[in-house]
């Protein structure tokens, strides 16, 4: 008997971005667009309808997208799962993102194919989820393989050779020449050192954190306001 196929709901505000995803959900076997919301409160009052998988992209312009998992988790839907694609790299919305149990997070920009293997990949996933007896006890291998579809995942990348839009390779070596593995410094003492602003320094550490060039640490002042600090990650051990 053929599978079901998986109704996928696209969240995000860009219409552009909303109907390209739409299409390579059409495009992969064993799915079937079932709506879009540009919107977090849309987004949640769909998924009340009847959805397997939520494309959601983390920054929405009434609730931020940690607040639509957490909503969409509060539903108590069976089944329901959720991949992040977005252009969020923060550590702080990356591990709440992981912490609500995705089944994935990509990262902005990536291409259409990339989205497309992600899908089959998931499909192929949620199938083996779904034939697993409940009644036998589980392998050392089904363990893994729950695992891998559980908070255990991390971003998804695109190829290394790679920038966003609006990185220069250039200035991103300039970044990260600034910086050493031992002593941490802010964005503000980065932006000095490159002679950048300090929002265009924090896009390049932002790129910086998430492909484990950096480490990222927080101080916290007698406000209790976090300061976010940089370093070059250790190399690995051995």
């Known amino acids: 008997m053929t599978a079901p196929a998986i109704r996928v709901l696209v969240v995000d505000d860009d219409a552009a971005a909303r109907a390209l995803h739409g299409r390579s959900i ?65 550590q702080v919305t990356v591990r709440q993102a992981l912490a609500a149990h995705v089944v994935g997070y990509l990262v902005k920009p990536f291409t259409q194919d990339v989205l497309r293997r992600r899908l089959d990949t998931y499909r192929e996933e949620r199938r083996a989820r779904a034939e697993a007896d409940r009644d036998r006890a589980l392998s050392q291998s089904d363990i893994d393989r729950l695992l891998g579809t559980g908070s255990v995942r991390v971003p998804e990348r695109t190829s ?6 609006g990185l220069a390779e250039v200035t ?5 020449e600034s910086l050493d593995p031992v002593s941490f410094a802010s964005a503000a003492e980065v932006a000095t050192a490159c002679g950048l602003s300090r929002a265009t320094a924090q896009r390049y550490l932002e790129h910086l954190v998430a ?28």
Do not use: N
């Open 26 to 90: 059409d495009e992969v076997p064993g799915f079937r667009l079932v709506g879009s919301a540009a919107t977090g409160e849309a987004a949640v009052a769909r998924a009340r309808d009847g959805v397997d998988l939520v494309l959601l992209d983390m920054r929405l312009p009434d609730i931020s997208g940690v607040e639509v998992l957490h909503r969409l988790r509060t539903l108590g839907a069976q089944g329901l799962d959720v991949l992040v694609i977005s252009s969020s790299q923060d």
């Open 160 to 165: 290394p050779g790679s920038l966003p839009k």
């Open 172 to 176: 991103l070596d300039r970044v990260r």
């Open 211 to 238: 492909t484990g060039v950096l480490d990222l640490a927080h101080r916290y002042g007698a406000r209790g306001r976090p300061r976010i600090l940089y370093r070059l990650a250790p190399p690995p051990p051995g």
